[in-house]
């Protein structure tokens, strides 16, 4: 992954979508004024920072201009509602690119074998292991971190349920369990403890007690 390889981390780091908002307002004889926002997201090349409208443009110009480069390999990863347009290796896992690339923290590794469900997150609102999908296979895919489910003050009504019947113990696997734990509750909102331990059955808590984040869910979250 060092020197000048186009799959290199400093290159990942530079290819990003590039979102402008651009205000226009109208000011008529009248008394009415009328505003109208337009939001223009630019795919930006990594090599020469040009700007594309898209990333099927970017992909061009990447063959053309950047000829022997992987361009089959640009992706865009929607992620908690923002675009990231990056180059990856054809067999980088999704949790890798989600922590490592993009710095999305709350995703922990744990077995890198999809048996402890550490690395959970909600592809397309279903919780997914992102140790076992690749993130070339991602491409166009909604993906929700934990870092979406609070706006940095308030907890959303799981998190604060985890909180309150002290389930998240030592927190190594919480937000595992807790992007599973929403996506049950969006489907199931008042789940029974057979369901919830269903939801839960591909979850392993190092700390061997899963007594409280069974019981957090039992009956819905307010």
């Not at 780091?13 to 926002?37: E, H, K, L, M």
Request: hydrophobic residues 35%; glycine residues 8%.
């Amino acid at each position: 992954m060092g020197g000048a390889t186009i799959g290199s981390a400093s290159l990942l780091a530079a290819c990003g979508s590039d979102t402008t908002t651009q205000t226009i307002t109208n000011t008529t004889t009248t008394t009415s004024t009328v505003t109208s926002t337009t939001t223009v997201t630019n795919y930006i090349c990594p090599v020469d920072s040009q700007k594309f409208s898209s990333l099927a443009d970017l992909q061009d110009h990447y063959s053309t201009e950047h000829a022997g480069n992987q361009a089959e390999n640009i992706v865009t990863l929607n992620v908690n509602g923002k675009a990231y347009a990056l180059i990856v290796e054809p067999w980088w896992p999704l949790a890798y690119v989600l922590r490592d690339i993009l710095g999305f923290y709350s995703i922990k590794l744990g077995c890198d074998m999809g048996n402890c469900g550490t690395c959970t997150i909600q592809v397309d609102g279903a919780p997914m292991f992102s140790c076992l999908m690749l993130a070339v296979d991602c491409d166009g895919m909604e993906i929700t971190t934990l870092e979406a489910m609070s706006d940095g003050i308030n907890l959303d009504p799981v998190q604060q349920a985890f909180y309150d019947y002290d389930a998240y113990q030592c927190g190594y696997c919480t937000p595992g369990l807790i992007m599973a734990a929403e996506a049950l509750i969006k489907k199931n909102p008042k789940p029974t403890a057979e369901e919830v331990q269903e939801a839960f059955s591909g979850h392993l808590c190092f700390c061997a007690n899963m007594t409280k984040q069974v019981e957090c869910l039992v009956g819905g979250v307010d």
